[in-house]
């Protein structure tokens, strides 16, 4: 065996017509919950990355556009499973466990170091560090700006800090994050008040060429009821929340009252359960359906032990003997639907009820506080409680001067703050690099046709982070517990990966021809998904095959291709679905059976006639279906004739031209570990021609039999075992036609031995490319037996 | 290109009026799509055979066609040669993976296999020569790819041709170093494939001394009864189906029916015994005798006129193949009969497949018995004397 492997293999077994053309440029949308995220991060990218074992990746893909992971990972109230479409089959992914999951990671790691960008001398002052603040100041400092954040407290964080407890946002996550912000440049002077310790002119007068208002929705409002003001015992949910998260941990006596529906009154009656309250009740004056709390924190707070009184409204605070004795409330009924669209709660008269309090927190709305403004200016920039700024261009009427997050928009969640953040950063360039502020998001695309039968066969189920109960003297411990990595995988896996591809980069990893080249598309603000780079023949193969590339614009990816030869630049993604040729169709359904994601069904069952049809969201493009299919209807997409795998019979003429003592050793490897397997053989030395499949699965005996009569000394199929097998029925699959390509040699007096397969787990402790050492072993002992074969 | 010209000609293409005859009996009309007049019409072998791959791969050369044909074209002649002229870029592959493609390959190299005989088993008796032999072809290969899924055997069609055999007195001569016939590479456009094999057989089985090649495969026996004549034209044995060696023994007497209640049967005349070779009378006579000497059962179309079983040289399978199958499984159950007959393991195995996809699918399907003719006639014949296998016949 020759000592340099790889490339000395493939010079001896080159696959012809690689050249590379022009390539066509298409545009596919993003897959929903990629949609759905206002911050824009890529979902289905990370949640793919997952279900490989990627973490780091997956972590990389999140800060692209959210420098927050491990708060958002524990506090977003999470869009993108809303949109996600497994939700009717099993529930939605558990996408916000999971980025918790790769967050968490890291904590146990060194920080990551900033990226080296080119300086730019225009610093940008941002007042406020809460998630918006936080993520105008990444994008900036990302992209070489000076950034200085003031934040009045004394500590950054805003809401994140004061309006979420420990027991859901520990301290030291919060810390950390803020910490990875600073070390990508980002200096942040805590205990400057705007307003006192300096004007906002003063800002712009002291060279900073922008600044960013962010200073967030702090302040509560009142219940607005008469008794409310003399009472000490009714408080801004918003104080006591800021109070209990600076470290005041005095226990509350007696019964807690909480007026309000939203996240803050949750909060504010789960932290009051904590500090040894007697009995805590939220008040609300709808119902439990229109209550704009997130539905897990509802249940949480239940469990918990939190009572619940809808439809009723305070009426009047009931003080006795100068103390506070409850609230008298009006109950309610829902009328017409008011702005918001939910239905406006009307007073049923003369139906007074009497809660009895000892304490009364007030989560009723909240809103900025101006008093940072000069007197001259707040009526200028502030209307209706708000700032008021263009919508393009986050700019307010001062020139220089942006605002983003819930001064602007009203109190809104942490991912929304984060997406208003990335928007003014972008402005907020856009001005100083003296450009027409563009629009901030592309439009949503058309809707698709994503097919998900009804009703939902019984899938795996989502899979729910487990909560820990109060625990004495540590109450304020997080209750939600992290996925293992075995669950954050088997999680992430039930990813249907909608879309046009599972943009999770394996092609570019796996290909060991290095066809492929795949760049992230993250950094702008239009661009999302990846770029995947590929021969024209392979796109226009998979075109032909009816399947979707995707793209992004060409300027980026000219940018992105700049040093490529000019019309060498090409973008195009893998499709992921199987194409269905109903003329061929015979219905038999045995891709039914192979299939392990209920992607494929009969149109009529019972029909003498019928033909299968796919729900395309399902399908993950694994061409199991295609490897059993008795009349080729099933067309693999991805697995193009030109692809990996499928035109191994590119490979017989240079087996059959080799000289005697030339490397014939022919590798059939799932794409998913097909570097590591080449990583392995080449670092032992072992020359082979490495063929990535998709899946093993679709190996078939006449493949590996042809391989064999073609000359090839000895044939591997290095597959993952069944259990690691992503599509199911691979492993066991491929095992089978192993098993019928040996038997069958047996039979014919052939050497049954030159083909074999391997089924290693995956090396321990990590799914990267750390290599099977054994495939040496194994590589040698068929080497052997490679030279002593004659020509046959 | 003359290659094609000459075949036109040879096969009377050139003569096809287009007037649409071939296509009433054609058993792929139905599809809509398919035209034997439009494949007849092919003369440029480029452009127009990368037009019509589908309708060329599709083809069950079943000969149907020929029945009608005013001018006497020999279509299926004609699609053989067009196939081995064909470009073999974008032919779909064999619809059950390229196992026994490559086998077949495998086998057409200069090393002569080494089979596996195991399966034949200590009670029955072969010879190393003599001059009756036994010709196996993919029967033990089939059983790779059919047992697991159709609970099928035809290895078990060979053991019992052995057994009918030894009963009568005679130990087949069965090869290790057989080699496929080379039907399938032969219809399938691997010409050069096929003569390896056809020259390779022919030698093996010479230097044993054989006379008479037996097979139980309707396409093995129409292989070496007309191609190999072409193929090797140096050795001439007597190739007989079992079907037609069983009737002449039956007719002599050597044969008869155990006491036992046949079930009734219907053939299903295999295209290669039918009307390739007109073969049509021998495995009925076979089938009557099991019966006391009732007559099995017919279907509206049968012998010369028979339907398919739905795919040839396991080259091409599609909704076309269903439904064939699935008339031809509805004709048998209206004849009343409880067993469909079959004298080639491919319709045997098309038949079933057809039958186990119902299964698969959850719907009633038409669950009428399909068998073999060799087991059958191997369960229910005995040999006439009492003779003991004593050695060649």
């Known amino acids: ?792 | 290109m003359p290659e094609l010209a000459s075949l036109r000609k040879r096969t009377q293409a050139a003569l096809c009026l287009a007037c649409g005859k071939c296509s009433t009996m054609c058993p792929l009309s139905p599809s809509g799509w398919f035209s034997a007049a439009r494949l007849a019409a092919i003369r440029e072998p480029e452009t127009e055979i990368a037009g019509q791959t589908r309708s060329l791969d599709a083809c069950l050369t079943c000969g149907a066609c020929e029945q009608r044909c005013p001018e006497g074209v020999r279509f299926v002649e004609f699609v053989r040669g067009v196939r081995a002229l064909a470009p073999p870029v974008g032919r779909r592959a064999c619809p059950h993976g390229e196992m026994l493609q490559a086998a077949a390959r495998l086998m057409a190299g200069p090393t002569a296999p080494t089979r596996d005989l195991g399966w034949i088993g200590d009670e029955l008796e072969i010879a190393e020569t003599g001059e009756v032999a036994l010709f196996v072809g993919c029967l033990p290969f089939f059983d790779l790819l059919f047992t697991d899924e159709l609970g099928i055997a035809t290895v078990d069609i060979a053991r019992a041709a052995i057994r009918l055999l030894n009963g009568l007195g005679i130990r087949p001569v069965v090869l290790a170093e057989e080699r496929c016939c080379g039907h399938d590479l032969l219809w399938n456009g691997e010409p050069e494939a096929f003569q390896a094999l056809a020259a390779a057989n022919a030698a093996a089985f010479e230097a044993r001394g054989v006379k008479k090649v037996l097979t139980t495969c309707a396409e093995c026996c129409s292989t070496w009864r007309r191609d190999y004549r072409e193929a090797a034209p140096g050795y001439r044995p007597e190739v007989e189906h079992l079907a037609e060696f069983l009737a002449a023994r039956l007719a002599a007497g050597e044969l008869a029916a155990r006491d036992g209640a046949a079930p009734s049967t219907t053939f299903q005349d295999p295209c290669r015994l039918g009307r390739h070779l007109g073969v049509t009378e021998a495995p009925r006579s076979v089938l009557a005798a099991l019966a006391g000497g009732a007559a099995p059962l017919e279907m509206e179309r049968s012998g010369r006129d028979a339907d398919c079983c739905g795919t040839s040289g396991f080259i091409h399978c599609d909704a076309n193949s269903r439904r064939l199958q699935s008339e031809r499984l509805a004709a048998a159950a209206a004849t009343g009969a409880e067993t469909l007959v079959t004298a080639c393991p491919k319709c045997l195995i098309h038949f079933q497949c057809a039958q186990c996809e119902d299964r698969r699918r959850q719907r009633a399907g038409n669950g009428i018995a399909v068998e073999d003719l060799t087991v059958l006639a191997a369960r229910m014949l005995v040999p006439a004397s009492t003779a003991r296998p004593t050695g060649d016949a």
Request: charged share 25%; net charge negative.
């Open chain 1, 1 to 792: 065996m020759s000592a340099t492997a790889g490339s000395q293999a493939r010079a001896t077994l080159t696959v012809p017509g690689l050249a590379a053309g022009p390539f066509p440029l298409r545009e596919v949308p993003p897959s929903p919950c990629t949609l759905a995220c206002p911050a824009g991060i890529n979902v289905k990218s990370y949640v793919s990355l997952v279900a490989e074992g990627r973490f780091a990746e997956a972590l990389e893909v999140v800060r692209e556009r959210c420098p927050l992971p491990g708060i958002c990972g524990r506090v977003c109230h999470h869009p993108c499973e809303d949109a996600c479409e497994r939700r009717p089959a099993g529930g939605p992914i558990a996408i916000r466990a999971l980025k918790r999951f790769v967050a968490d990671l890291e904590l146990e790691l060194p920080p990551p170091e900033a990226p080296d960008v080119a300086p730019r001398p225009e610093r940008v002052a941002i007042v406020g560090s809460g998630p918006a603040g936080l993520a105008a100041a990444w994008d900036l400092a990302r992209a070489g700006f000076p950034v200085t954040v003031l934040e009045a407290a004394a500590q950054p964080g805003g809401m994140l800090r004061y309006g979420i407890a420990d027991y859901r946002l520990p301290v030291e996550v919060l810390d950390y994050e803020i910490d990875v912000v600073r070390r990508a440049g980002v200096e942040i002077r805590t205990g400057y008040r705007v307003g006192v310790d300096g004007g906002l002119g003063e800002l712009l007068a002291e060279g900073y060429a922008a600044a960013l208002l962010a200073v967030g929705a702090q302040r509560g409002r009142g219940l607005g009821v008469p008794g409310e003001e003399d009472c000490p015992e009714v408080e801004d949910a918003l104080a006591f929340l800021r109070r209990v998260n600076e470290g005041d941990r005095t226990p509350l006596a007696g019964r807690v009252v909480v007026i309000g529906g939203g996240s803050t009154a949750i909060e504010a009656a789960r932290s009051a359960l904590r500090l040894a309250a007697k009995e805590v009740e939220i008040v609300y004056r709808r119902r439990r359906e229109e209550m704009p709390a997130d539905e897990e924190e509802i249940e949480t707070a239940i469990a918990e032990g939190v009572a619940f009184r809808f439809l009723a409204a305070p009426a009047r605070i009931v003080s006795e003997g100068g103390r506070l004795a409850g609230v008298e409330c009006l109950r309610m009924e829902l009328g017409e639907p008011d702005a918001s669209g939910r239905r406006r709660p009307v007073p049923i008269p003369g139906s007074e009820l009497f809660v009895a309090a000892d304490h009364v927190f007030a989560a009723v709305g909240q809103e900025a506080d101006f008093g940072f403004l000069p007197a001259e200016l707040a009526p200028r920039l502030a209307a209706g409680g708000r700032l008021a700024t263009d919508p393009q261009s986050t700019m307010t009427p001062l020139r220089g001067v942006f605002a983003a997050g819930d001064v602007v928009t009203g109190p809104a969640t942490v991912i929304e703050a984060i997406a208003a953040g990335h928007r003014a950063a972008e402005a907020i360039r856009a001005f100083l690099d003296g450009e027409e502020p563009g629009a901030a998001r592309p439009a949503a695309p058309p809707p698709r046709e994503l097919e998900i039968p009804s009703p939902p066969p019984a899938w795996a189920q989502r899979r729910h982070a487990a909560t820990a109960p109060i625990a004495a003297g540590r109450e304020f411990d997080e209750v939600e517990r992290a996925f293992s990595a075995a669950e954050a995988i088997a999680e992430a896996r039930r990813c249907l990966r909608c879309g046009p591809c599972s943009e999770c980069r394996i092609c570019a990893a796996s290909c060991g021809r290095r066809h492929l080249t795949i760049h992230a598309g993250g950094a702008g603000a239009g661009s999302r998904g990846w770029l995947l780079r590929a021969p024209e023949r392979f796109v226009a193969s998979l075109e032909a095959a009816g399947a979707g590339g995707a793209c992004l614009h060409r300027e980026l990816a000219d940018e992105l291709f700049g040093d490529a030869e000019a019309g060498d630049q090409a973008v195009a993604l893998l499709p992921t679905r199987v194409a269905i040729d109903e003329d061929f169709c015979r219905g038999c359904a045995k891709c039914i059976e192979v299939c392990a994601f209920d992607a494929l069904s009969l149109v009529d069952p019972e029909a003498e006639e019928t033909t299968v049809r796919l729900a395309p969201a399902r399908c993950r493009g694994c061409n199991l279906c295609t490897a059993v299919c008795p009349t080729h209807a099933l067309v693999p997409t991805v697995v193009a004739p030109e692809w990996w795998g499928v035109r191994i019979e590119d490979l017989y003429p240079p087996l059959a031209a080799a000289a005697p003592g030339e490397p014939r050793f022919v590798v059939l490897a799932c794409q998913r570990r097909a570097g590591a397997v080449g990583a392995s053989l080449a670092a032992a030395g072992v020359a082979a021609e490495l063929v990535p499949v998709r899946c093993c699965g679709q190996v078939d005996a006449g493949m590996l039999l042809e391989v064999y009569r073609h000359g090839a000394g000895a044939v591997l199929v290095a597959g993952c075992p069944g259990d690691a097998c992503r599509y199911g029925a691979g492993a066991d699959l491929a095992a089978r036609q192993v098993e019928r390509a040996r038997v069958l040699l047996r039979n014919l007096g052939g050497d049954a031995g030159r083909i074999t397969a391997d089924w290693s787990p995956d090396p321990e402790g990590s799914l990267a490319n750390s290599g099977w050492p054994h495939l040496a072993v194994l590589a040698r002992g068929l080497g052997a037996r490679q030279e002593g074969v004659s020509d046959a």
